[in-house]
């Protein structure tokens, strides 16, 4: 079967082409079902090259209806047949009349429309987020939750189902929003859903990507025990599987799932080979870290682009760098835009991100501001910016309509991809209805490794390595005798109690231990600056920066910061906490750096900017409150234990930290992409009220139009995005 596909598509662009022998190879591919994967390949590539096939228009709509491709069918063909007709009304979605599915995605909406839990592992490209909208648009469901992987991702899955269910469910994205209506979707991160106790009698959960609640398995055989994100997933699942009717997972590339069964749960899994796009992969076999090599193979690559390109790279330097390269090679173009001048003015002219978009090129990276991340992806899907250079933000789900994809690394960081994440990048080249043949190109080779086929779901095979804070958070009813057994051991010390591990679920069993221990080692002095209860106490930073470092090293060195120089992680939270704003703590960081680079030190100001971008939103604003928060309740154990006195609430410090500067609550409106620094601005012209959730704010902001109209009209076009009013 694969000579048959081989031959036909190699006859495509040959010398002599028959249309009508090229459908008869489709036609025998897609009659059989181990190779209907194929013909439909077969079938993408002809609609491709539709005026190869126009003495044949009415074989070719035939395949494309057998291979089950009926958005095609739809899009591409005006002189249906009324049996054509019968199979669209079948196939219309509920929640539009345009909108037609595909077999397989028809399929899985049926399983899920009689009730049955499903996890699907299918291709990027097949419109998982459709069946999603047409299970809400049938009206059965009124209360449904959404698990996602990112802030970002949340945020874009909102938006979508704001514009077509917004009349009809009550969508919840942020902790600061009550439930208030009989129907409501919560599209929310696993951290998001464990926070939230009004997550009950719910009709469907699903969570997308569900590959990550595995652990990771890395090169040497071992496997990653540590990653909170996977712990917390876990006790998401565990929560939605108790007060949920049913459940459907989806995610890409996986073979099998382990431990649904032995929690109890009955499931259809389906690996689904349904593409809706083709793909052309070459290979090029750079070595990964012949630097040099890879620019070469970039000149040799970037003409063969045509139209929008992803460049997958490993880190945001290597992206600023690439861009760079790419403008040298005389594939920048002139782009004008205010915002340019803004991200000059509020970053710097010579920043990465400032640089690439004035030549036409976008930047897409973790710790990119969100407004900055949206604007580059909507400039991009736009047509105004032919390439986009992207970390592992692009794996998360940043919906694109890239045809090519360049695969520049092979890693994530300093970490090795597996077989599994490359195939997730490929999987971002082509569009259904846009891109038909999407083309990929891999600088390196395609790693061969086969990690991560089968998921193994860690809250159902329970062992001795499974983590307790994972299991102490977990519901009585899914923990096996044996975990029990583990408990009864870990608390028989009475150090803490398990109510305190499920409050602080970030955190493992043994980093509790190392806490509980550090404050108990500390001086009479360094003891005395963690017992306040509103303004720090003398030395408190420099005790919370020497804990932070031992604690959660990773927070630090993941962003530039090296834990073996608690001094220099004490100037940071220093000149943090002392800056009048977000804006001039950035400010200050960048001439800090300049600074540092006249006086000789080869130091980069793009990867500056970007690991202090990364510290503030990552670090500062997410880990350190968590640090704050357990941290907090050690030391009220060891005030007891040491017969100090002295009221410890740490609450005000801790917003300090959350709120990015911000008055409480409105760093909410970042998250839909408010940049910071607008929000100062803003907070000066209005008077944002106490204690409002992020609904309030936006009707807030709309209702006091007037105040902020007559703000710059980048930072207008900010917020009338986010608002959903342009």
């Known amino acids: 079967m694969k000579d048959i596909y081989e031959v036909a598509k190699g006859s495509l662009d040959g010398d002599g082409f028959s249309a009508f022998r090229y459908l008869s190879a489709v036609n025998s591919l897609l009659s059989n079902p181990v190779s209907s994967s194929l013909g439909r390949d077969l079938t993408i590539r002809a609609l491709d090259a539709r005026e190869k096939f126009i003495d044949h228009a009415v074989i070719l709509r035939n395949m494309v209806r057998k291979a089950g491709l009926f958005p095609y069918l739809k899009k591409e063909f005006s002189d249906l047949s009324q049996g054509d007709w019968i199979a669209l009304d079948v196939y219309r979605t509920p929640f539009s009349e345009d909108y037609v599915f595909h077999s397989m995605q028809f399929r899985i909406f049926d399983l899920l429309k009689a009730g049955r839990n499903v996890v699907l592992s299918a291709p990027t490209s097949m419109g998982k987020s459709a069946i999603v909208d047409s299970l809400l648009g049938l009206g059965h469901f009124k209360r449904v939750v959404l698990v996602v992987p990112t802030v970002a991702l949340a945020d874009e899955t909102r938006r979508r189902l704001q514009a077509r269910f917004g009349e009809v469910y009550q969508i919840i994205h942020h902790s600061s929003q009550e439930c208030r209506s009989e129907r409501v979707v919560y599209v929310l991160t696993q951290e998001r859903v464990n926070e939230r106790d009004d997550i009950k009698a719910i009709d469907l959960f699903v969570i997308d990507e569900f590959y990550k609640l595995a652990f990771q398995q890395l090169k040497n055989g071992t496997t990653d025990f540590k990653d909170e994100r996977v712990i917390e997933l876990n006790i998401a699942l565990s929560k939605l599987l108790k007060v949920s009717k049913q459940f459907y997972l989806t995610g890409p590339f ?182 038909f043949v999407g083309k990929v190109f891999c600088l390196e080779d395609v790693p061969q490794d086969n990690l991560n086929q089968e998921v193994d779901v860690p809250l159902g095979l329970q062992g001795v390595d499974t983590p307790l804070n994972l299991l102490a958070s977990a519901q009585p009813d899914h923990l096996t ?116 680079i006249e006086g000789g030190e080869k130091l980069n100001l793009s990867t500056a900017l970007n690991n202090d971008l990364k510290l503030v939103s990552n670090t500062f604003g997410y880990t350190i409150p968590k640090v704050l928060g357990l941290l907090e309740d050690v030391v009220r154990l060891h005030t007891i234990k040491r017969s100090v006195r002295g009221t410890i609430d740490y609450s005000h410090v801790r917003m300090t930290f959350e709120n990015l500067h911000l008055p409480a609550g409105v760093n909410a409106l970042e998250e839909i992409g408010i940049p910071i620094q607008t929000l100062h601005r803003m907070s000066s012209l209005l008077d944002f009220p106490e204690g409002a959730g992020v609904d309030e704010l936006t009707d807030y902001l709309r209702q006091n139009e007037r105040a902020w109209e007559f703000m710059g009209d980048v930072d207008q076009s900010f917020v009338r995005r986010a608002l959903g009013t342009v």
């Open 481 to 596: 005798e044996y975990s029990q057994g583990r408990f009864e051991a870990a608390f028989s010390q009475d150090r803490f109690s398990i109510d305190l591990v499920k409050k602080h679920s970030y955190f493992r069993m043994e980093q509790f231990e190392q806490l509980y221990s550090m404050v108990e080692m500390l001086s009479a002095d360094e003891f005395e600056s963690l017992v306040f209860h509103w303004s720090p106490a003398t030395g408190f930073l420099k005790t919370l920066a020497s804990i932070s470092s031992q604690l959660v090293p990773k927070a630090f060195n993941a962003n530039g910061l090296q834990t073996k120089y608690p001094d220099t992680i004490l100037a940071k939270l220093t000149s943090y906490q002392k800056a009048e704003s977000y804006s001039a703590y950035l400010k200050s960081q960048m001439d800090y750096t300049k600074q540092r």
């Open 254 to 435: 996986v073979n099998s799932i382990r431990g649904l069964t032995e929690l109890g749960h009955d499931h259809t899994f389906i690996s689904a080979d349904f593409n809706t796009v083709a793909v052309d992969v070459q290979t090029f076999g750079v070595n990964p870290d012949d630097d040099e090599g890879k620019l070469e193979m970039l000149a040799t690559i970037a003409p063969q682009c045509k139209g929008a390109t992803i460049v997958y790279c490993k880190s945001s330097r290597i992206a600023g760098k690439v861009a760079r390269e790419l403008v040298r090679l005389g594939y920048g173009q002139p782009f004008q835009s205010e915002h340019i001048d803004w991200v000059a003015e509020e970053f710097d002219p010579e920043w990465d991100y400032t640089y690439a978009l004035r030549n036409g090129i976008g930047l897409h990276f973790g710790g990119l501001p969100r407004a900055l991340q949206q604007y580059t992806a909507d400039r991009f899907n736009a047509g105004d910016l032919r390439f986009l250079l992207c970390t592992s933000t692009i794996i998360e789900g940043v919906n694109t309509i890239a045809k090519n994809v360049v695969i520049y690394d092979n890693r994530n960081g300093t970490r090795a991809i597996d077989k599994f994440t490359h195939g997730n990048i490929k999987g971002r080249a082509g569009r259904m209805g846009i891109h």
